[in-house]
């Protein structure tokens, strides 16, 4: 059974950092591609950044220079390290990891971590 398992979320103010985390188990994060996406009040859950089995890394361009996603294979956690945190980045944030089998590709998700950015 995959269990993805969040933290780090928390209240900052803007020009902060956070540093979230993603602990797995039932999946091998090396081996397959795992993502933080998140999801604001009425709007649409979005991908931040994701992070493939080579180590090759992609943001969305509203995080570029100011997010980094990162994954400590030891530990089977994937990091997002977040900078320069402003408050339209408040949300929801969740990890997700993309199971790869021979029937095809299974989507995880966590529970969720909030993050709030105030003025």
């Known amino acids: 059974q995959v269990q993805l398992v969040e933290s780090g979320g928390g209240l900052v103010q803007a020009g902060g950092s956070l540093r979230l985390s993603c602990a797995a188990s039932?999946?091998?994060?090396?081996?397959?591609?795992a993502g933080w996406y998140r999801q604001a009040p009425g709007k649409q859950r979005e991908l931040v950044a994701r992070i493939f089995t080579g180590g090759s890394t992609n943001y969305a361009d509203s995080v570029k220079g100011r997010f980094a996603i990162s994954r400590d294979n030891a530990k089977n956690t994937v990091y997002l390290q977040m900078n320069s945190l402003k408050q339209e980045d408040t949300a929801v944030y969740y990890c997700h990891a993309g199971l790869v089998t021979s029937r095809g590709i299974y989507d995880y998700w966590g529970q969720g971590t909030q993050v709030t950015v105030s003025s």
């Open positions: 039932g999946i091998i994060f090396r081996d397959n591609a």
